[in-house]
């Protein structure tokens, strides 16, 4: 009875994963237009700079955007910095998809607008790399139903590169030297008191 | 013969202990800090944690180093990599250094010298300083042979296993407690309002501070030997001053020497890995959060807080009734059970599995640390520092072979590394079968027919010369201390084989 409903119970976890199972990046249509300040090959620094973004349903596709309920704008990044970096690796299935891990804004959809502009201050905490923009529109399920991004499809072009801070200060550097030449004297120092400790004690 | 001994009892110091002939105690009495025997075993797994804390503060904090330094996946292997290279010389270096200098001034002098390291790790700025400070933190961990040459300094045979266990299973627990210590000193930091990237920085600086400030104590309330420190000993007479080639050459032609570092490399080695890849690998495979992954690899490292000194219990335990022979076998069983595990966890898919069986593979492996240390001891008294330093050295050796071969760069995927390593784990755990004690015997063959006997085995260590001048007293006292290792012998226990020695 009781290994029935353990067996029960992880079908059921099974079955709700494969629910949440994510949506297909290949099955969205680019029905969105964006695009951002700065020009291919540009370099920002992060905590310094701005990026302006501007986006809109694109009228000329034959697509409704009645489903959109929300929108996401986001910083992705470009092929080149996920080389050798498995952590953000480009994903079919959108829920295991981690290419744009930092949100540049995200509100309701508003169908009225045509074109809507936000500017963004870079944060502190964006690493240095190779990025593009892209916007999500979500439906009232929370599932993505459109995209539209600053690059080809190939992501080649419209790539902008991001300085990240270094995280380092004067300070940092004055209190690790002092710290560690305390280190090594005092050693000396204990030296010294041992040597002179032993000397006392063979002339008794 | 009571003569003798009543005159010893009036020169020797009182100890709060009971002791041997060698002044080392028989007893261990874990919630007592008296000196110098208990004072010694306090101050050596304190030091040598907090040095396990500074070698692996990185990992659990990987995922923010790795975007504020911009590394790659093969950056961060070979920082890992290089993060117990430094140890495998410098832990057979200590293990001479003990033997010459006292393990107290040595392990003193390693973890003052290494803090630096520690220090500059909050202003590394690129992927090749980033290596560079890991492989010279690193060095610290040589701190493990100075506490296990000090507890078999301080602990007589009968209780050396368990000393060793739980100094050096307390001592590995760093590996443990760094992974919830540092996500949480991180949170603490980003909180009072630095960003991120400086946030892991100032981190840093806390177990650098410890590992600072436990030298210190080491320097100032430790004592080297039950009788006293090194160098008073020397210059009073005492104790004989040894020559570094001897030593080492007596230590290195030990063939058992070389299969202990063999096979703690695939216990030890195995769990320094662990603590470099798991709470990436948790991170990533099951989209984690950072503080949630730290604390699955936390309880791997925690596990050393009975797994270890378990297996150094089990070791003296076993041996109470099987002596040596005992040793070898529960060491053998044990190291290729957690092989097996090792080989189920990189095969098991939802989390909730994962984590129990890392959890139990993590006991098996630290239980084989601590039954290793049950052996090393025994396997030479004169070259005891450089033994130790290569059973250790071989840990490490271990923990850069598996990561070179498996875990660098993006050839296997983690759980397949995993897999592997635990092929090889039982593997290379077999030459345990070909170690052999003529006084005792190994794992298939029983002791020599020629009557051999425990001073055999040790005086074999000094030559006519050296025996003239009387050096290999001490050698001769722990061969009548170690009698109880040929286990009970049919007929008669153990009390009764040693009065029938020479």
């Given at each position: 009875?009781?290994?029935?409903?353990?067996v029960?119970?992880?079908?059921?976890?099974?079955?709700?994963?494969?629910?949440?199972?994510?949506?297909?990046?290949?099955?969205?249509?680019?029905?969105?237009?964006?695009?951002?300040?700065?020009?291919?090959?540009?370099?920002?620094?992060?905590?310094?700079?701005?990026?302006?973004?501007?986006?809109?349903?694109?009228?000329?596709?034959?697509?409704?955007?009645?489903s959109?309920?929300?929108?996401k704008?986001?910083?992705?990044?470009?092929?080149?910095?996920?080389?050798?970096?498995?952590?953000?690796?480009?994903?079919?299935?959108?829920?295991?998809?981690?290419?744009?891990q930092?949100?540049?804004?995200?509100?309701?959809?508003?169908?009225?607008?045509?074109?809507?502009?936000?500017?963004?201050?870079?944060?502190?905490?964006?690493?240095?790399?190779?990025?593009?923009?892209?916007?999500?529109?979500?439906?009232?399920?929370?599932?993505?139903?459109?995209?539209?991004?600053?690059?080809?499809?190939?992501k080649?072009?419209?790539?902008?590169?991001?300085?990240?801070?270094?995280?380092?200060?004067?300070?940092?550097?004055i209190?690790?030297?002092?710290?560690s030449?305390?280190?090594?004297?005092?050693?000396?120092?204990f030296?010294?008191?041992?040597?002179?400790?032993?000397?006392?004690?063979?002339?008794? | 013969?009571?003569?003798?001994s009543?005159?010893?009892?009036?020169?020797?110091?009182?100890?709060?202990?009971?002791?041997?002939?060698?002044?080392?105690?028989?007893e261990?009495?874990?919630?007592?800090?008296?000196?110098?025997?208990?004072?010694?075993?306090?101050?050596?797994?304190?030091?040598?944690?907090?040095?396990?804390?500074?070698?692996?503060?990185?990992?659990?904090?990987?995922?923010?180093?790795?975007?504020?330094?911009?590394?790659?996946?093969?950056?961060?292997?070979?920082?890992?990599?290089?993060?117990?290279?430094?140890?495998?010389f410098a832990?057979l270096?200590?293990?001479?250094?003990?033997?010459?200098?006292?393990?107290?001034l040595?392990?003193?002098?390693?973890?003052?010298?290494?803090?630096?390291?520690?220090?500059?790790?909050?202003i590394?700025s690129?992927?090749?300083?980033?290596?560079?400070?890991?492989?010279?933190?690193?060095?610290?961990?040589?701190?493990?042979?100075?506490?296990?040459?000090?507890?078999?300094?301080?602990?007589?045979?009968?209780?050396?296993?368990?000393?060793?266990?739980?100094?050096?299973g307390?001592?590995?627990?760093?590996?443990?407690?760094?992974?919830?210590?540092?996500?949480?000193?991180?949170?603490l930091?980003?909180?009072?309002?630095?960003?991120?990237?400086?946030?892991w920085?100032?981190?840093?600086?806390?177990?650098?501070?410890?590992?600072?400030?436990?030298?210190?104590?080491?320097?100032?309330?430790?004592?080297?030997l039950?009788?006293?420190n090194?160098?008073n000993?020397?210059?009073?007479?005492?104790?004989?001053?040894?020559?570094?080639?001897?030593?080492?050459?007596h230590?290195?032609?030990?063939?058992r020497?070389?299969?202990?570092?063999?096979?703690?490399?695939?216990?030890?080695?195995?769990?320094?890995?662990?603590?470099?890849?798991?709470?990436?690998y948790?991170?990533?495979?099951?989209?984690?959060?950072?503080?949630?992954a730290?604390?699955?690899?936390?309880?791997s490292?925690?596990?050393?807080?009975?797994?270890?000194?378990?297996?150094?219990i089990?070791?003296?335990?076993?041996?109470?009734?099987?002596?040596?022979?005992?040793?070898?076998?529960?060491?053998?069983?044990?190291?290729?059970?957690?092989?097996?595990?090792?080989i189920?966890?990189?095969?098991?898919d939802?989390?909730?599995?994962?984590?129990?069986?890392?959890?139990?593979?993590?006991?098996?492996?630290?239980?084989?640390?601590?039954?290793?240390?049950?052996?090393?001891?025994?396997?030479?008294?004169?070259?005891l520092?450089?033994?130790?330093?290569?059973t250790?050295?071989?840990?490490?050796?271990?923990?850069?072979?598996?990561q070179?071969?498996?875990?660098?760069?993006?050839?296997?995927?983690?759980?397949?590394g995993?897999?592997?390593?635990?092929?090889?784990?039982?593997?290379?755990?077999?030459?345990?079968?070909?170690?052999?004690?003529?006084?005792?015997?190994?794992?298939?063959?029983?002791?020599?027919q020629?009557?051999?006997?425990?001073?055999?085995?040790?005086?074999?260590?000094?030559?006519?010369?050296?025996?003239?001048?009387?050096?290999?007293?001490?050698?001769?006292?722990?061969?009548?201390?170690?009698?109880a290792?040929?286990?009970?012998?049919?007929g008669?226990?153990?009390?009764?084989?040693?009065?029938?020695?020479?």
């Amino acid at each position: 009875m009781v290994s029935r409903l353990f067996v029960a119970l992880l079908l059921l976890c099974l079955a709700a994963e494969s629910c949440y199972g994510g949506v297909l990046f290949s099955s969205l249509p680019r029905t969105l237009e964006i695009t951002a300040s700065p020009q291919q090959g540009k370099v920002l620094r992060a905590g310094e700079d701005r990026i302006t973004v501007s986006w809109g349903f694109n009228q000329s596709v034959q697509a409704s955007d009645e489903s959109y309920k929300r929108v996401k704008v986001s910083l992705c990044y470009a092929p080149v910095s996920q080389v050798d970096r498995g952590w953000r690796k480009t994903v079919d299935n959108l829920s295991k998809d981690k290419t744009c891990q930092f949100t540049i804004v995200e509100r309701a959809y508003d169908a009225s607008v045509r074109n809507h502009i936000y500017e963004w201050m870079i944060e502190k905490d964006v690493p240095e790399a190779t990025y593009f923009v892209r916007v999500y529109a979500y439906n009232s399920a929370g599932e993505e139903v459109a995209f539209g991004q600053t690059t080809d499809v190939k992501k080649k072009s419209g790539l902008f590169e991001i300085r990240g801070i270094s995280g380092r200060h004067l300070s940092l550097e004055i209190a690790s030297i002092c710290f560690s030449a305390f280190s090594v004297a005092s050693l000396f120092g204990f030296f010294l008191i041992e040597k002179r400790k032993a000397k006392g004690f063979s002339k008794n | 013969m009571d003569v003798e001994s009543a005159a010893v009892e009036s020169q020797a110091p009182k100890f709060a202990l009971p002791v041997d002939s060698e002044h080392k105690a028989t007893e261990f009495r874990l919630f007592s800090v008296a000196a110098p025997h208990m004072r010694a075993f306090h101050l050596s797994w304190i030091s040598f944690f907090c040095c396990f804390v500074s070698s692996f503060a990185a990992p659990p904090l990987l995922p923010i180093i790795r975007d504020n330094l911009n590394l790659t996946a093969t950056d961060i292997g070979n920082a890992g990599i290089a993060s117990v290279t430094g140890a495998v010389f410098a832990r057979l270096a200590m293990g001479t250094a003990c033997d010459l200098f006292g393990p107290r001034l040595a392990s003193a002098s390693l973890i003052l010298l290494t803090a630096p390291a520690v220090y500059f790790t909050s202003i590394a700025s690129s992927s090749i300083s980033f290596l560079l400070v890991r492989f010279f933190t690193g060095f610290s961990l040589a701190t493990f042979v100075s506490t296990q040459f000090w507890m078999s300094s301080m602990f007589s045979a009968p209780v050396v296993g368990t000393a060793n266990g739980v100094s050096g299973g307390w001592g590995n627990l760093g590996g443990g407690a760094t992974q919830l210590i540092m996500p949480l000193v991180f949170a603490l930091i980003v909180n009072i309002g630095a960003v991120e990237f400086t946030a892991w920085r100032i981190a840093f600086f806390i177990p650098a501070l410890f590992q600072m400030l436990s030298a210190f104590a080491v320097l100032t309330l430790g004592q080297d030997l039950p009788d006293g420190n090194f160098k008073n000993l020397q210059k009073s007479g005492d104790k004989e001053k040894d020559k570094f080639s001897k030593v080492f050459y007596h230590g290195i032609t030990n063939y058992r020497g070389w299969i202990l570092a063999l096979t703690y490399g695939y216990c030890f080695g195995v769990e320094l890995t662990i603590d470099n890849i798991i709470a990436e690998y948790f991170y990533d495979r099951f989209n984690l959060k950072l503080h949630t992954a730290g604390i699955i690899a936390a309880s791997s490292g925690l596990a050393n807080l009975f797994a270890r000194p378990g297996g150094g219990i089990i070791s003296d335990a076993v041996a109470k009734r099987f002596g040596m022979r005992g040793r070898l076998w529960a060491l053998w069983v044990v190291q290729t059970l957690g092989g097996l595990f090792c080989i189920l966890l990189g095969r098991v898919d939802s989390l909730s599995a994962s984590i129990v069986v890392l959890i139990v593979f993590s006991v098996f492996v630290q239980t084989a640390c601590g039954l290793t240390f049950g052996v090393v001891p025994f396997v030479s008294r004169r070259s005891l520092g450089v033994i130790s330093g290569m059973t250790g050295g071989g840990g490490n050796v271990g923990a850069v072979l598996t990561q070179l071969i498996f875990f660098k760069g993006s050839k296997y995927s983690k759980e397949t590394g995993i897999t592997l390593m635990g092929i090889m784990i039982i593997c290379c755990t077999l030459p345990i079968m070909l170690i052999y004690f003529p006084q005792w015997g190994g794992m298939f063959c029983g002791p020599s027919q020629n009557i051999s006997s425990e001073e055999d085995y040790y005086l074999s260590e000094w030559n006519s010369q050296e025996r003239e001048k009387g050096l290999h007293q001490g050698s001769l006292k722990f061969a009548e201390n170690c009698r109880a290792e040929r286990g009970k012998v049919k007929g008669l226990n153990s009390d009764e084989a040693q009065s029938t020695n020479i």
